[in-house]
């Protein structure tokens, strides 16, 4: 039993891995070819879906960032039924972060209440206060919320 769920777990990192793979790919504009590929090698759930999210991270503050999500969200998150992977990328020209969050279904992440979601953004903001030295609200507001379906 162990063997077969960790064979389970193990390919639903290598499809939300890759396809990390394939978006940073679409923001470079050369993703034809690798598409292409991966159609032939992983067979994504038709109901899996992509959390997007851009957050505001000034480049002083981003190992603060780091800190914060490690701290939060990631403890959280691996809890989850349903969760496939994260993937933190952070512009540097833009100063921004973008966070890639794959779940089963659309149906299992949007069941998490809002009150559980308020309570673990509450401890990111609190560790983000205290590691960038503010005083009050959110170090890093969202600046973009989206999903990305899997094709």
């Known amino acids: 039993m162990k063997t077969l769920r960790t064979k389970f777990f193990s390919e639903k990192i290598y499809s939300f891995l890759l396809l990390s793979v394939i978006f940073i790919s679409t923001i470079f504009g050369n993703v034809k070819n690798i598409q292409a590929e991966s159609l032939l090698k992983v ?16 480049k002083k503050f981003k190992n603060a960032w780091l800190k914060a999500e490690e701290g939060s969200w990631e403890p959280w998150l691996l809890k989850q039924d349903g969760f ?18 794959g779940w089963e279904s659309r149906a299992v992440w949007k069941s998490i ?12 903001e609190k560790i983000a206060r205290k590691e960038t030295g503010e005083r009050s609200g959110n170090p890093f507001p969202l600046i973009f919320e989206g999903e990305l379906n899997p094709e």
């Not at 067979?43 to 000034?58: G, Q, R, T, Y």
């Not at 496939?84 to 969050?101: H, S, V, Y």
């Not at 209440?113 to 990111?124: A, C, K, L, M, P």
């Open 84 to 101: 496939l992977g994260r993937q933190l990328f952070w512009d540097p020209k833009e100063e921004e972060a973008t966070l890639l969050i």
């Open 43 to 58: 067979n994504f759930p038709k109901e899996s879906i992509v959390e997007h999210l851009k957050l505001d991270v000034p």
């Open 113 to 124: 209440s809002q009150t559980e979601i308020n309570f673990v953004q509450h401890d990111f």
